[in-house]
C-alpha cells in the first residue's frame, strides 16, 4: 500500500531541473510577441512554418540553458533565473504592447530616459506582464527545496546540461537553417525580438562601444571659426532652432494633411519643407547626429565624438542658449548655456513634471539678457526643445482648450485605444505645437527691434500610429518604417524674398544632414566644417 508517511521531506529538485524548467519558459512564454510576429507572416501558415516555429522555440531554449546550466548550483540557480526572467517580461510587455524591438539605439533610450518619461510608460498591462512571466515562475520556484550535491556531481551534471544544450541547439539549427536565413533576411527585425536575449546583447554592444570610444571631451570643431563681416546698419541675427519630438510630417495640414492641424502657422509667412528625412528613429540618436556637421553615414561611423553646432556658434563668439523641456540634450549642449523650461513656469503650464511647451517661452527675455551682453551683440542662437508629441501619453501634450479633436485616447496602452481616438490625441499634440510655433514667431516679431531674427523647426523623428501594428518610434533606422523617419521642417523669416526663394526647395528631398550647415550659414559662420551645398539659405540669404 502506498501511502505518504508523515514528514517525509518534500521531493527534492536538482537546480539543473529549474535551469531547464526556466528556459523553456522563457522560450515558449516570454518570446510570445516573437511568435506572433512570426504566425502573421505569410509564410509561416503552414505545417513547415510550425515546424520552423518549434525549431527555433527549441534554438531559443537551448540557448538560454547555456548560462543557466553554469548558473545551476542549489544557491545560484533561483537568483539567476530571476535576473533572466524579469527582464524578459519587461520585454515582452514593451515589444508586444508597442510593437517596438530592442536593439543597442532603444536600450541607448531606455538608459537615458528620465522619471515621467518612464512613469508615461508603466501601465496595468506592464505589471501583470511582471507578474505572469516573471513572478509566477519565480515564486513558483523559490519555495522548491533543492538537491544537496556534492561539488563534482553536480558540476558533472550541469556540464551534461550545458553539452547538451549545444547538442540539440546544433541539431535544431542544422535542421531549420534555410528557414531561419531566410526569415531572418526578410524579415530583419525578428532578430530583435528574441527575448532576453536581445535585451543583453544590447547592453553588451553598449558597454563595448562605451570601451572602444577613447575617454574624454570630443574633438573640437570650428577651430577656424570666423563671423561674416556685417554691415555697420545690419542687426546682429537671431536663429530660433525649435526641435521638434515625435511629429510626423504627414500629420501637419501645411504638408496636405486634411485635418487643420495647422490653422495658426497657416496664416504666417511660414515655408514647410515636405520631404524631410531624419536622421535616427529615436531622441539619442538623432538629437546628437541633426546637430552634427557630419550628415547620417559618417555620424554612424565615427570613431570619436565630435563637437556640434552650438560649440561651433559659441566658439565662432556667438550667444548660444539651449531650453530643454523634455528629458534633456543627450550631451549637446553640456559646453553652452542650458536651462530646463520647468524652472521658474507658472505651475499651470506644469503637471505631474511635465510642462506644455508653452513654458520653453516663458520668461525667454530674461533668460536672454543674462547672456554675456559682447555675445548678444554678435547674433544669437537660441534652441529650444519641445515636449512635441511625445508618447504614449500624447494627450498631456496639449492643454483642455486646445483639444479641437475628440475623444482622445487617454491609456499608455496604444493598441487598446479606438484608432481614431489614438489619431485625435496625436494630431491634438501637433495642434500645441502649431500654437507654441505661432507664439514663438510673435516673440520673435518683438524682437526685430534688435535683431535679424530667423527660426527652423524640425522634428527630431517621426511616430507609428498602429500602422502595421507598430507604435512609438526607434526600429532600428534600416527597417523602420516611413512614418518613423519622416519629419516636419519649417522656416520662418519676415523676409517676402527669402520666403520665395525657399519654396523653390519646398518638395526636394532634404535631411537632418542640412540643419547644421543651413543655421551656421544663416548665422555668418565661417568654419572649415560648413558645406554650402546642404545650406537651405546659401542661395537665400536675407537681404
Ligand atoms: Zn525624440
Not at 27 to 35: E, Q, R, S, T
Amino acid at each position: 500500500m502506498l501511502s505518504r508517511l508523515p514528514g517525509r521531506p518534500a521531493r527534492e529538485w536538482n537546480p539543473l531541473t529549474l535551469a531547464v524548467l526556466t528556459a523553456l519558459w522563457i522560450a515558449a512564454v516570454a518570446n510570445w510577441p516573437l511568435w506572433r510576429a512570426l504566425f502573421a507572416l505569410p509564410e509561416s501558415a503552414n505545417t513547415r512554418g510550425v515546424l520552423f516555429a518549434l525549431g527555433f522555440a527549441g534554438l531559443i531554449a537551448a540557448l538560454t540553458l547555456l548560462p543557466l546550466a553554469l548558473a545551476a548550483w542549489r544557491h545560484a540557480i533561483k537568483p539567476a533565473a530571476a535576473l533572466l526572467l524579469v527582464p524578459a517580461a519587461a520585454g515582452a510587455h514593451f515589444m508586444g504592447t508597442y510593437g517596438v524591438v530592442i536593439d543597442s539605439t532603444m536600450m541607448t533610450n531606455v538608459l537615458q530616459t528620465n522619471p515621467t518619461e518612464t512613469r508615461d510608460l508603466l501601465s496595468l498591462r506592464l505589471i501583470l506582464s511582471l507578474l505572469l512571466i516573471a513572478a509566477l515562475p519565480i515564486a513558483w520556484m523559490w519555495r522548491l527545496p533543492l538537491q544537496q550535491r556534492r561539488l563534482g556531481t553536480q558540476l558533472g551534471r550541469n556540464l551534461i546540461g550545458m553539452l547538451g544544450a549545444l547538442a540539440i541547439g546544433g541539431v535544431l539549427l542544422f535542421a531549420i537553417f534555410a528557414d531561419l536565413s531566410a526569415t531572418m533576411r526578410n524579415h530583419k527585425s525578428l532578430r530583435y525580438l528574441i527575448n532576453p536575449h536581445n535585451s543583453f546583447y544590447a547592453l553588451g554592444v553598449l558597454a563595448h562601444q562605451a570601451n572602444a570610444k577613447p575617454a574624454g571631451p570630443p574633438l573640437p570643431i570650428g577651430q577656424d571659426a570666423a563671423l561674416a563681416a556685417r554691415p555697420a546698419t545690419a542687426k546682429p541675427p537671431l536663429f530660433l532652432l525649435v526641435i521638434g519630438e515625435t511629429a510626423r510630417a504627414d500629420h501637419f495640414s501645411l504638408n496636405g494633411y486634411t485635418r487643420p492641424t495647422n490653422a495658426k502657422l497657416a496664416t504666417l509667412d511660414v515655408v514647410s519643407f515636405r520631404d524631410v528625412t531624419s536622421c535616427g528613429t529615436n531622441t539619442a540618436a538623432s538629437l546628437p547626429c541633426m546637430l552634427s556637421h557630419l550628415g547620417r553615414e559618417a555620424y554612424g561611423a565615427r570613431e570619436r565624438d565630435q563637437e556640434n553646432l552650438l560649440d561651433l556658434a559659441w566658439r565662432a563668439g556667438l550667444a548660444v542658449l539651449w531650453i530643454d523641456n523634455q528629458a534633456g540634450c543627450k550631451g549637446t549642449c553640456e559646453r553652452v548655456p542650458h536651462a530646463q523650461a520647468s524652472q521658474g513656469a507658472p505651475s499651470e503650464l506644469c503637471s505631474e513634471g511635465d510642462c506644455l511647451d508653452d513654458a520653453l517661452l516663458h520668461g525667454l527675455d530674461e533668460r536672454i539678457a543674462a547672456l554675456p551682453a559682447e555675445r548678444r551683440a554678435r547674433g544669437l542662437l537660441l534652441v529650444m526643445h519641445q515636449m512635441g508629441s511625445h508618447g504614449p501619453a500624447y494627450w498631456r501634450r496639449s492643454p483642455a482648450d486646445g483639444k479641437p479633436f475628440l475623444p482622445e485616447c487617454e491609456t499608455n496602452v496604444l493598441q487598446q485605444c479606438d484608432r481614431q481616438a489614438l489619431v485625435n490625441a496625436y494630431d491634438n499634440s501637433i495642434v500645441h505645437t502649431d500654437r507654441v510655433l505661432a507664439r514663438s514667431i510673435a516673440w520673435l516679431e518683438r524682437q526685430r527691434a534688435a535683431f535679424e531674427p530667423l527660426m527652423l523647426y524640425v522634428s527630431d523623428h517621426g511616430e507609428s500610429l498602429g500602422e502595421n501594428g507598430l507604435y512609438l518610434h526607434g526600429l532600428p533606422y534600416a527597417v523602420a518604417p516611413r512614418e518613423q523617419k519622416h519629419v516636419p521642417m519649417l522656416v520662418w523669416t519676415p523676409s517676402a524674398d527669402q520666403r520665395h526663394c525657399l519654396a523653390a526647395q519646398r518638395d526636394a528631398p532634404l535631411s537632418h544632414d542640412h540643419l547644421f550647415h543651413s543655421v551656421a550659414g544663416a548665422l555668418g559662420i565661417q568654419a572649415s566644417e560648413y558645406r554650402a551645398a546642404f545650406d537651405l539659405f546659401a542661395a537665400c540669404r536675407a537681404p
